[in-house]
């Protein structure tokens, strides 16, 4: 599957921004699909993930109550809606997906990537 993500801009503390992946290539609804990010000089992390259908999702500690991931199998799409933006959510946002089964929350274990879109939060 390929994914392209987008929706990323430059957000003022405290604002809103919902990112967007479209997938082509295969049916989205075959994959879990997560969200990752990269600040600069850090490491790719797990923001949240979401089942196959839609009925589980589960997010890092430090978006939670935030962050909100959700998917519509039919318009082939994952949205990331961001609220309560801080500085320390500037980061890369990548989209992901993968076929492996259980909560996977490691970069490693998912297969297709998006390109990412900056996400900038200034104070």
């Known amino acids: 599957v390929q994914l392209q993500a987008s929706g990323g801009g430059l957000v003022q503390a405290g604002g809103s921004l919902r990112l967007s992946c479209a997938a082509s290539?295969?049916?989205?609804?075959?994959?879990?699909m997560a969200w990752f990010r990269q600040g600069p000089e850090n490491e790719r992390e797990f923001v949240a993930t979401?089942?196959?259908?839609?009925?589980?999702?589960y997010y890092a500690d430090s978006v939670k109550g935030r962050f909100t991931i959700s998917r519509q199998n039919m318009k082939n799409t994952v949205w990331l809606q961001m609220s309560s933006l801080s500085p320390e959510d500037t980061a890369v946002y990548y989209c992901?997906?993968?076929?492996?089964?259980?909560?996977?929350?490691?970069?490693?274990?998912?297969?297709?990537w998006g390109q990412g879109t900056q996400v900038t939060v200034s104070s």
């Open positions: 992901a997906a993968t076929t492996v089964v259980g909560v996977p929350t490691t970069p490693a274990a998912y297969r297709s």
């Open positions: 979401i089942t196959r259908s839609g009925d589980s999702t």
């Open positions: 290539g295969d049916a989205l609804w075959r994959y879990r």
